[in-house]
């Protein structure tokens, strides 16, 4: 599944509209997240509910081994 991203400003931030924060991250989006975030500095996600187990997967996506 591709991701919906809207530019906030011309050179800083971005707007996705498609995780739902209530199921696991697909495994092959992570890296769509890790490059978005590399690219615009902030992602939005806006009117999500967030528990704590979601915050933490999300999170996880930007966590690489050291």
Known sequence: MAL?????RAR??????D???TRSI???????LQNLLDTH?????RGQPITA???N???GSFLTAV
């Open 26 to 32: 697909p495994d092959e989006m992570r890296s769509d």
């Open 53 to 55: 187990d979601s915050e």
């Open 19 to 21: 995780l739902d924060f």
């Open 12 to 17: 800083f931030g971005a707007q996705e509209a």
């Open 57 to 59: 997967d999300l999170v």
């Open 41 to 45: 500095g902030l992602l939005l996600s």
């Open 4 to 8: 919906t991203v809207a530019p906030i």
